[in-house]
C-alpha cells in the first residue's frame, strides 16, 4: 500500500519544493502588455491572471491608454513595470520619474545611453521618495545586433557595450538593469547577487524570434542568473495565453 505523502518526509519535500518554484517562478514572470489600447489589456490581464504577479505596460499601451491604465492593475494587487525607457536631458529625465514614480509603479527604466548625469538625475530623483519604485537602465536592445551596433557608430560587440553601459550605471548609484539573456551572466558577476536583472526577448524553444536579435529560452535566462524575464509575445499572441504562460512557468521552476 503506498504511504500517503502526508506521512512521507521525503514525497512531502520533494512536493512542496516543486510548489515553492513553481510560486517563486510566478513571482519572477512580468507579463508585457503590449496591446493597443485598455480594453485589450483588461482582457488579456483576465485570461492569464492566475499566472503571474506582474504586468509590464509599455509604450504602446501608456500612449494610448494614458496613466489611468495603471489603475485597474494596482487595485488588483497586480505589480507593475513601467517600461517607458526615459532618455532625455536630466532635468527632463528626473522630473518624469518623479513623476512616474507618483503612480505607484513598482519598477521604470531609464536608458542608459542618456549617460552618467542623466542616470545620476534619475537617481537623485528617487531620494526621498516613500517606498519607491526600483530604478532600472536599460543597456543594449534586445533587438540590436552587431549590424545595428555598427550602422549607429558603436564599433563593438553588444556584449562591451552592456558592460561599459552598467559599470556607468552603477557609479551613478544604479542597481538594477536591463540586459538580454546573452549577457545576464557577465552582468551578473559584475552586479552581485543583489542586483535585478531583467531580462526581455525570452523566446521558448521553436518560437519565432520576430524583431527580437539576442534571444534565450525561460530555462536558459533563469539559470544564467536572470532576476525577472519579461515574455510578450509567446503569450499574448498564444492561441491560449493562459496555457503559454503556464508552460513558462513549468520551464522557469524546472530552471531554479
Keep these: 500500500m503506498p504511504i500517503p505523502e502526508r506521512l512521507n518526509p521525503t514525497l512531502r519535500s520533494a512536493s512542496t519544493l516543486a510548489v515553492d518554484r513553481l510560486e517563486d517562478a510566478r513571482n519572477r514572470l512580468i507579463v508585457a502588455l503590449d496591446v493597443p489600447d485598455a480594453a485589450s489589456a483588461a482582457a488579456l490581464v483576465r485570461q492569464v491572471e492566475g499566472s503571474c504577479r506582474w504586468f509590464k505596460v509599455g509604450l504602446e499601451l501608456f500612449v494610448a491608454a494614458g496613466p489611468a491604465v495603471l489603475e485597474p492593475l494596482l487595485a488588483g494587487g497586480y505589480s507593475v513595470f513601467l517600461d517607458l525607457k526615459f532618455h532625455d536631458i536630466p532635468n527632463t529625465v528626473a522630473s518624469a520619474v518623479r513623476s512616474a514614480a507618483a503612480l505607484g509603479v513598482r ?21 526621498g521618495v516613500n517606498n519607491p519604485p526600483e530604478l532600472l537602465a536599460v543597456t543594449v536592445l534586445t533587438s540590436m545586433g552587431q549590424l545595428q551596433m555598427d550602422a549607429i557608430g558603436l564599433n563593438r560587440p553588444p556584449s562591451q557595450q552592456v558592460e561599459l553601459l552598467a559599470r556607468m550605471g552603477m557609479e551613478a548609484g544604479i542597481k538594477g538593469f536591463v540586459c538580454s539573456a546573452k549577457e545576464v551572466a557577465a552582468l551578473r558577476s559584475l552586479t552581485g547577487p543583489e542586483s535585478i536583472l531583467v531580462i526581455p526577448g525570452i523566446r521558448p524553444a521553436g518560437a519565432e524570434s520576430g ?45 531554479l
Excluded: C, F, N, W
Design 107 to 127: 519598477m521604470m527604466t531609464v536608458h542608459a545611453a542618456g549617460g552618467p548625469a542623466m542616470l545620476a538625475a534619475a537617481r537623485e530623483a528617487l531620494e
Design 211 to 255: 524583431d527580437q536579435m539576442r534571444t534565450a529560452t525561460p530555462g536558459e535566462a533563469i539559470r544564467q542568473g536572470a532576476s525577472y524575464l519579461v515574455v510578450g509575445r509567446p503569450i499574448t499572441q498564444a492561441a491560449d495565453p493562459a496555457e503559454a504562460a503556464e508552460a513558462i512557468l513549468k520551464e522557469m521552476a524546472e530552471a
